[in-house]
């Protein structure tokens, strides 16, 4: 072979290793999101998230182009999370009844507009057959056993969230890149992978599994997330991490209870837990982000702009998403955006303008 043959050889066969890269790079999807989210940390900006925004709203479901959040402030988030419960089942529609086809499509359109998505998971109980808050069992012992039926069960369900994820492409056929959060809230036990319900080890054991199946399928579009519930302690933030190698982004959920009495047993916490992710974020060269938080039925009319604002511009992180607006009849009370009319849409639409915040349009200048 001549030295030019070897060469081209040489090249044909990285392209082919490369295949989805760009021509100047070999980076990932995730890569890509990456560095979007830290351009969006060093631009000093937080991106805004709601959990199903496009699915189903205050009071209405499954209509091309709605969005309660679109609605009052007049852009879609620049994040949307979607739940994964039920994939593991091989089922149709989600846990609160969201098809993973409709899933799919509003990812694509999510990213078509310049805005990310993100994914959260509560599978069921693969020891009882129960669902997510169903603690009883021994599932996370048994997990943790090599070789367990139990074991298997994560490693099959973990595949299929693998595949369905690394399904989601673009008009390009390109993989949209996406947050994943798998077993979040763990420091907590309503979940049957909670602090009571395993140890550290039988925690950790789990993320490995879920991360060697999401390699397995060639799922190189997820940024990983880390999201503990309250904690006492750095100590207790970090006692079940599951490693630098597995995580991207240190989250927290910590939702506001208790109206406004609540408020400042809120904004300590999340100040201090966000201080916690904040610094380990810098220290490790990762990011932090507030993965989930809210004020059920938005009780306090300035909330978003009072108590949520001064959060986001207080610490350094990607992003801060609220939790879903369930549909009225189905789940009275229970949404974090307000809709037309209620009484906290000011504050939103503060929260809105703030130069802070990035909703789907700003942060599609953000490449
Ligand atoms: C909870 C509630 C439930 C829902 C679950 C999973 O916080 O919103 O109604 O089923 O999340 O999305």
């Not at 760009?22 to 060093?42: H, K, N, W």
């Not at 993320?207 to 309250?230: C, H, L, M």
């Not at 989250?251 to 916690?276: N, S």
Request: aromatic letters at 12%.
């Amino acid at each position: 072979m001549t030295s030019t043959a070897i060469l081209i050889t040489l090249l044909a066969s990285q392209s082919s290793v490369c295949g989805n890269c760009q021509p100047d790079s070999c980076a990932t999807p995730a890569d890509g999101l990456r560095s979007r989210l830290e351009r969006v940390v060093s631009d000093g900006k937080v991106i805004f998230g709601h959990h199903d925004d496009t699915a189903y709203g205050f009071d209405w479901q499954y209509e091309d182009g709605r969005s309660d959040t679109k609605e009052t402030v007049g852009d879609y988030p620049g994040l949307i999370n979607w739940d994964l419960g039920l994939i593991e089942c091989d089922v149709p529609v989600q846990l609160d009844g969201v098809p993973f086809e409709f899933i799919a499509q509003e990812v694509r359109k999510q990213n078509a507009r310049g805005g990310i998505n993100s994914f959260s998971w509560h599978p069921r109980n693969p020891s009882t057959g129960g669902d997510s808050w169903d603690v009883t069992g021994t599932a996370m012992a048994e997990i943790a056993s090599p070789g367990s039926a139990l074991s298997d069960t994560i490693r099959s369900w973990s595949g299929k969230a693998a595949r369905f994820i690394a399904s989601l492409t673009d008009e390009q056929g390109r993989k949209i890149p996406v947050v994943f959060r798998p077993w979040h809230e763990h420091t907590g036990s309503w979940f049957w992978w909670g602090k009571d319900l395993s140890t550290p080890e039988q925690y950790k054991e789990l993320w490995k599994i879920t991360r060697e199946e999401f390699d397995k399928a060639g799922a190189d579009n997820v940024v990983w997330a880390y999201s503990p519930d309250r904690v006492a302690s750095l100590e207790d933030y970090m006692e079940r991490y599951p490693g630098d190698d597995y995580v991207d982004i240190f989250g927290v959920d910590i939702y506001h209870f208790g109206g406004e009495q609540g408020t400042p047993e809120y904004v300590e916490t999340a100040k201090r837990i966000l201080g916690y992710t904040t610094t380990l974020a810098k220290e490790r060269g990762k990011l932090a982000a507030f993965t989930e938080t809210g004020l059920e039925g938005i009780t306090i009319a300035d909330w978003y702009d009072s108590t949520l604002l001064p959060l986001c511009e207080e610490f350094p992180i990607a992003y801060v998403c609220v939790w879903r607006n369930a549909k009225h009849d189905v789940k009275p009370g229970h949404f974090y955006v307000p809709f037309k009319g209620h009484p906290a849409e000011k504050s939103f639409k503060k929260f809105h303008d703030s130069n802070r915040i990035l909703f789907s349009k700003e942060l599609s200048e953000i490449k």
